[in-house]
């Protein structure tokens, strides 16, 4: 059975830090790993990577993925509290697009 | 263009009814999926369809199920309700089945009392 677990399941931080959140994962047949952001209901969709060391980059969030240790970091740079949300990662193990999620990050930015 | 829609957006239900929700994807996707999302967890896989044939199922019961028009809009149904059902129930589009990002609509909230 596919399953992915993300860390931490929580943090506060202020405008201006930087966070890193994890995804670890563990599938039968890896096809790729997505990232969304969910504010309010729908989650929306941020990356998807399929190869390993290739940085995926969209202004000041960043991605990563280790197909050998099983992992992935979302990084966001100078944080605004519009970042506040809950970032899910999925992973892509089955026959396409049947994704299993993680429990998710919560993340809050205070001004 | 619009998004992913999704209807009703919140609908309130006894254990032992039965519920449908209703989803019409982007414009040009052919494949439909849906989600439940209990709260304080990540979404979880339900049903997926493309072309009205189901692709993939996830663990659910029976009581769960779910068709695809020929328009590409797609019905859940939720036969004799537990509590256990009340959740965030999403659907998701994408133009192909097998890649591709999903896109997501604003989801049905389901309520069981």
């Known amino acids: 059975e596919d399953k992915v677990v993300q860390s931490p399941l929580s943090l506060v931080v202020h405008e201006g830090d930087t966070v890193t959140l994890n995804c670890s994962y563990e599938?039968?047949?890896?096809?790729?790993l997505l990232w969304y952001k969910q504010e309010k209901k729908a989650p929306t969709f941020l990356f998807m990577l399929t190869s390993s060391g290739i940085e995926k980059k969209s202004g000041r969030l960043s991605s990563i993925l280790d197909k050998k240790e099983l992992f992935s970091i979302l990084n966001i740079t100078a944080t605004q509290t519009g970042d506040s949300a809950v970032y899910l990662c999925?992973?892509?193990?089955?026959?396409?697009?049947?994704?299993?999620f993680g429990g998710g990050t919560r993340l809050m930015v205070k001004p | 263009d619009a998004g992913v829609t999704q209807s009703p957006t919140h609908l309130i239900k006894t254990r032992g009814q039965q519920v449908t929700l209703r989803c019409s994807p982007i414009?040009?996707?052919?494949?439909v999926s849906w989600y439940q999302q209990v709260l304080g967890q990540g979404p979880q896989f339900i049903f997926q369809?493309?072309?009205?044939?189901?692709?993939g199922r996830g663990n659910f019961p029976d009581r769960f199920s779910a068709r695809q028009f020929p328009n590409y809009s797609s019905e859940l149904n939720v036969n004799a309700l537990l509590l256990g059902d009340s959740a965030l129930y999403l659907c998701?589009?994408?133009?192909?089945?097998?890649?591709?990002?999903?896109?997501f609509g604003e989801g049905s909230r389901l309520t069981v009392l």
């Open positions: 599938v039968t047949n890896f096809r790729s």
């Open positions: 999925a992973v892509d193990g089955n026959a396409g697009n049947m994704l299993t």
């Open positions: 369809y493309y072309e009205k044939e189901e692709r």
């Open positions: 414009s040009g996707h052919k494949s």
């Open positions: 998701a589009s994408s133009w192909l089945a097998g890649t591709g990002e999903l896109f």
